[in-house]
Structures are given as structure tokens and as C-alpha cells.
């Protein structure tokens, strides 16, 4: 098992003897990495919800997994992807009251929970969110992680555990083929077995328009257009991506008295780049423009500020910024009450002109704004100036320092 950064996070909560629910898109590795925390424990009752056979009878009669756990005395209890059987939580809450029991659950999707306003162990459980691998997890197991080819395939086939173990063995033939059936089971399950949406086709045009335009600013109604159905129905579609743990939604940034005509739309981010691509049909290491890379670039990016803050449990936001007359800023880090500006750019030698965007962002934002960092292809750090900095995509974290 590659080791996760969030696991010491969900250690020291078990060691507290509370109770969390460890929530994340599928194939995240949530299972793998609970049966791994679970292992330093003798007495361990683990139910899983993809089983039809006990998802049925817990669906029937709840209270048959209270009395069985009373039974059985256990010091942890697993459930897994809890959504399948959202009733299920009363029983959790009575005996976390009761007995001091410590559950350890999971769950792949928001909206069932949200939909039929369940219990949710307001003040008895912590809630964690796992993603796919963040960089510092891939550095863990990559042999050439430094090298602009191991980049490019990060940018085509994305995170997910399985498939990084996969791609960094180089069989991108079976990577491709999962990458496509997750796209596919995901539109089977999530969305035609849950009964979401009435027309599978449609929703089926938007899923590949919206991975398209992952991390693109949107116009709900041009999408409207392009898809055939209403400007609502656009925004409802959005809905369930991001409660299905599908999308992430990055707001934008606008400073309070700012004079700026600044965009006021979210952007979208797909959770992972492989699952993106594969959605958008542009599953493929062929014929990919520069310009392009720079846009996936930037995803990627993005999406690694959000999990690093996430696996280690740490406060704060990532936001996007940008002027409708030009001026940008790819991401923006909020941590404390301050602002990091974070610009990318898919090339291997920054120069001034790089940076116009940062400079301005610190001069108008200084009470919160001091430093701001460049993210390039290079392989050491440079100094731009004194106030902003270019790293190496590899040691992006170095901001957080």
C-alpha cells in the first residue's frame, strides 16, 4: 500500500476514540486505506454496502447492524459507502451515545445523503474528504518523477491510485481501458440507477462538454446551447457532478472595494485528470498542442493545492482571480487571512513578462498579499524577484512553507 498523508490525520482521530466519515470519489482507495488503519486492531466489524445482499436486509431492518455490533463487542466498526443506505446513521448515532463506539465510514456521494436529510453525527463524527494521489504521495513510488514525461502522463492519465501504479509501470493500454469504464459506470450507477436524470443521452453530451471545459471559465447558457436543454438544467447537471464528488467548484476572488469589472462565475475542476479526459474522449497521447498542456497544466496545479490542504486536514480555500479587461491569476491560496498568488505556466525559462500579473495582484492586495510564486518546468527554484519566486512543478508545496 502506497502511504497516504491523511492517514495520520484519521490515526489521531481514532486514537481519541471518535468517529469520522472518510468521504471521496470512487477508487480513491477509502476502503484500502480504512482496512489498513483497522489492521492494529483485534476486534473489527467491517460492512460494506456494495454487497446487495446486506445492503437489502440493512435497508429492511436497520436495527439487525446494532444488534449484531452489540454482539459482538467491537473496537472499531467499518461501513462503507454509507450513501447506499443512508438510514443506517440513527443506529450509528445510538450507539456511538451509548457505547463510546468508534465508526469508521465512508461514503462516494453527498447528494443521497443531502436529498433525504439524514443524520449526518453532527458533533459525534469528523468528516475527511480523500482524493487521488497528491504530489507528494506520487513522489513516493515515482522512479523518474522529476522529468517532464512523467508530468505528461500525470496530465493524461491523472491520479487515481490504480492507474498511477499502472502508468508508472507503463501499461497505458489497460489505464486507458479503466479510465473509460469508470467514465462509463459512472454515468451507469450514478446516474441512471439513481434515476437523477430522465434523459441518460443528454446528460451523457453534457458530461463530455463539461470535461471539455474542466477548469474553464463557464457561460451556463452558451453550454445550454451547445447540450439542448435550459439554462437551469445546465446548473442542476453541475449540481450533481459536485455532489457526486465529480467536480470541484473554485469561486472566484473578489476583494471587498475592489474597482475591477472581475469575473463572478465558479470554475469547475474534474476531481482527477484521467477520468477528465477519458469523459471528454481526449483519452490519448497523440496530438496534444502545447497550448493544451498548458491548460492541463493548470488544472493539475489547482487540483494539487486543493488535495494538499485537504490530506493534511488544514483550513483554508482556493480561489481563481480575473479582470475582464486582462489581467489573471490562475489560483489563489487563502490560509489564515492571507492570499498566495500562484500563476502557471508550461514552459522551462520565466521571464519577467511572466509575471506582470502577480506584480499588480500584490500591489492592489498588500495587506494580504506579500509573496506570490510562478510554477514552471524547470528543475530548481528561481528568484525572480523580491517578491516572487519561481519553483519547479515538483516542489509546489513549497508555498505552504
Not at 472518510?22 to 476486534?43: D, E, I, M, S, V
Not at 490519448?284 to 498542456?293: A, D, L, N, P, V
Request: contains cysteine.
Amino acid at each position: 500500500m502506497i502511504p497516504r498523508n491523511l492517514e495520520n490525520e484519521l490515526n489521531k482521530t481514532i486514537n481519541q476514540r471518535k468517529s469520522f466519515f472518510l468521504f471521496g470519489p470512487r477508487q480513491t482507495g477509502k476502503t484500502t486505506l480504512l482496512n489498513h488503519l483497522a489492521k492494529q486492531y483485534k476486534k473489527v466489524i467491517n460492512y460494506s454496502f456494495l454487497n446487495i445482499r446486506l445492503r437489502q436486509r440493512a435497508e429492511q431492518k436497520p436495527e439487525i447492524i446494532r444488534q449484531e455490533v452489540e454482539a459482538s463487542s467491537p473496537e472499531i466498526v467499518i461501513i462503507d459507502e454509507v450513501q447506499k443506505v443512508p438510514e443506517i446513521l440513527d443506529e450509528v448515532q445510538y450507539m456511538i451515545d451509548r457505547y463510546e463506539l468508534v465508526f469508521l465510514i465512508t461514503g462516494s456521494s453527498a447528494r443521497k445523503l443531502r436529498r433525504k436529510n439524514v443524520n449526518l453525527l453532527a458533533g459525534r463524527a469528523i468528516t475527511y474528504r480523500l482524493d487521488p494521489f497528491d504530489i507528494e504521495e506520487r513522489k513516493s513510488f515515482s522512479k523518474d518523477f522529476r522529468l517532464v514525461n512523467s508530468l505528461k502522463n500525470i496530465l493524461i492519465y491523472g491520479d487515481m491510485p490504480e492507474i498511477a501504479l499502472l502508468a508508472e509501470d507503463r501499461n497505458f493500454q489497460l489505464v486507458e481501458n479503466l479510465l473509460r469504464s469508470y467514465s462509463e459506470t459512472f454515468l451507469e450507477e450514478e446516474i441512471r440507477m439513481e434515476t437523477l436524470v430522465r434523459n441518460i443521452g443528454i446528460f451523457g453530451n453534457f458530461l463530455r462538454l463539461a470535461a471539455e471545459n474542466s477548469g474553464r471559465i463557464l457561460s451556463f447558457r452558451a453550454l445550454s446551447l451547445d447540450v439542448g436543454v435550459t439554462h437551469h438544467t445546465i446548473s442542476t447537471f453541475y449540481e450533481i457532478l459536485y455532489d457526486c464528488m465529480i467536480v470541484e467548484r473554485i469561486h472566484p476572488l473578489i476583494p471587498s472595494g475592489s474597482r475591477r469589472r472581475l469575473s463572478k462565475a465558479c470554475k469547475y475542476l474534474f476531481f482527477d485528470l484521467g477520468i477528465r479526459n477519458a469523459a471528454a474522449q481526449l483519452l490519448t497521447r497523440e496530438g496534444i498542442t502545447r497550448e493544451e498542456w498548458g491548460h492541463r497544466f493548470e488544472e493539475w496545479i489547482g487540483l494539487s493545492l486543493i488535495r494538499y490542504l485537504r490530506s493534511r486536514n488544514l483550513p483554508g480555500n482556493i480561489y481563481y482571480w480575473r479582470d475582464h479587461n486582462g489581467p489573471e491569476i490562475d489560483w489563489i491560496v487563502e490560509q489564515k487571512n492571507q492570499w498566495i498568488p500562484v500563476e502557471v505556466k508550461f514552459i522551462e525559462n520565466p521571464q519577467l513578462k511572466h509575471i506582470n500579473h502577480l506584480e499588480l495582484f500584490i500591489n492592489e492586495n498588500q495587506e494580504k498579499t506579500s509573496k506570490g510564486y510562478l510554477i514552471f518546468l524547470g528543475d530548481k527554484p528561481r528568484k525572480i524577484t523580491d517578491r516572487i519566486t519561481a519553483l519547479p512543478w515538483f516542489e509546489l508545496y513549497r508555498i505552504f512553507e
